[in-house]
T-cell receptor, first 112, second 113 residues
Framework: NAGVTQTPKFQVLKTGQSMTLQCAQD?????MSWYRQDPGMGLRLIHY???????DQGEVPNGYNVSRSTTEDFPLRLLSAAPSQTSVYFC???????????FGSGTRLTVV | EDQVTQSPEALRLQEGESSSLNCSYT??????LFWYRQDPGKGPEFLFT???AGEEKEKERLKATLTKKESFLHITAPKPEDSATYLC??????????????FGEGTQLTVNP
């Protein structure tokens, strides 16, 4: 049982480049979210989805896009990378909004 | 605005020395309060969900409790392998917010042998 799988684990981008962080879950969870974790600021919600075809913005959505075409996948796209987007990104999923989320192992992104 | 504050920021214990971590929250309507454990370089690992004041949950040496304003994570006779950052998060009742969680900054626990 793989749970939540994130790829890549590490990435270095140049300012202005775009990329997609991948997230896949094999638990048939409806709820999926993307968080970023920065020192002194905790985990902050970027975007979330309550089912295939349904997404919404979180606390810090600027510079990021998401889509949810299938239940399993929830990719996060960085449109034009900036140094302020240097962070650790976590994807998480849950079967119901009142249940605990299962987190992936994270993607450490550095923008130079 | 929903707020979650965890204290202390860091805590050092000797093996076997029991203590408590605090999570105070201000929300418009609480759906649930979550505790997670995070090891360095890894994603948060779910521990507990508490839904109403007075509720308690236990797992091995950990016990989580909830009041209307705060939650405590009690650690009884900790071992070095309990060393980690413990995160608290709240989920609110607003329908428009769906399933979003608001996290505190965490308490970094170190248990020395």
């Amino acid at each position: 049982n793989a749970g939540v799988t994130q790829t890549p684990k590490f990435q270095v981008l140049k300012t202005g480049q775009s990329m997609t962080l991948q997230c896949a879950q094999d638990m048939n969870h409806e709820y999926m979210s993307w968080y970023r974790q920065d020192p002194g600021m905790g985990l902050r919600l970027i975007h979330y989805s309550v089912g295939a075809g349904i997404t919404d913005q979180g606390e810090v959505p600027n510079g990021y896009n998401v889509s949810r075409s299938t239940t399993e996948d929830f990719p996060l796209r960085l449109l034009s990378a900036a140094p302020s987007q240097t962070s650790v990104y976590f994807c998480a999923s849950s079967s119901d909004r009142g249940y605990g989320y299962t987190f992936g192992s994270g993607t450490r992104l550095t923008v130079v | 605005e929903d707020q979650v504050t965890q204290s202390p920021e860091a805590l050092r214990l000797q093996e076997g020395e029991s203590s408590s971590l605090n999570c105070s929250y201000t929300v418009s309507g609480l759906r649930g309060l979550f505790w997670y454990r995070q090891d360095p370089g890894k994603g948060p690992e779910f521990l507990f969900t508490l839904y109403s004041a007075g509720e308690e949950k236990e797992k091995e040496r950990l016990k989580a409790t909830l009041t209307k304003k705060e939650s405590f994570l009690h650690i009884t006779a900790p071992k070095p392998e309990d060393s980690a950052t413990y995160l608290c998060a709240v989920q609110v009742l607003k329908e428009t917010s769906g399933s979003r969680l608001t996290f505190g900054e965490g308490t970094q626990l170190t248990v020395n042998p």
